[in-house]
């Protein structure tokens, strides 16, 4: 089992930029596939990046390419994701996910493919 905590939201501007972590329990963080979604007021949880186990492979929703930055450093059990240029549309609250994966290559991108959840980070962004 894992634990996710996250951190690094807040208010900020549009064209900011953030860094978010989560910081996961336990010691076997690496066989961890790992993943950030977003919830805006009213809206469902959507997909944002994955990264698998060894970080070596990344994939994002459209709507980020470019902008957003998925990483983790497995020796710190951590997973960041870079946020640029921010945009009022990119106001959401941030979750983490993990899900353990018997294969080194894969990431997942729905919801329903992750076991373990953060509590979330807000992020606002003024116009």
């Known amino acids: 089992q894992v634990q996710l905590v996250e951190s690094g939201g807040g208010l900020v501007q549009a064209g900011d930029s953030l860094r978010l972590s989560c910081a996961a329990s336990?010691?076997?963080?690496?066989?961890?596939?790992m993943g950030w979604f977003r919830q805006a007021p009213g809206k469902e949880r959507g997909f944002v990046a994955a990264i698998n186990r060894s970080g070596g492979t990344t994939y994002y929703a459209d709507s980020v390419k470019g902008r957003f930055t998925i990483s983790r450093d497995n020796a710190k059990n951590t997973v960041y994701l870079q946020i640029d240029s921010l945009k009022p549309e990119d106001t959401a609250v941030y979750y983490c996910?993990?899900?353990?994966?018997?294969?080194?290559?894969?990431?997942?991108?729905?919801?329903?493919?992750?076991?373990?959840w953060g509590q979330g980070t807000q992020v606002t962004v003024s116009s």
């Open positions: 996910a993990a899900v353990e994966s018997y294969s080194r290559a894969s990431y997942y991108v729905t919801v329903s493919d992750y076991d373990y």
């Open positions: 336990g010691r076997t963080f690496s066989s961890y596939a």
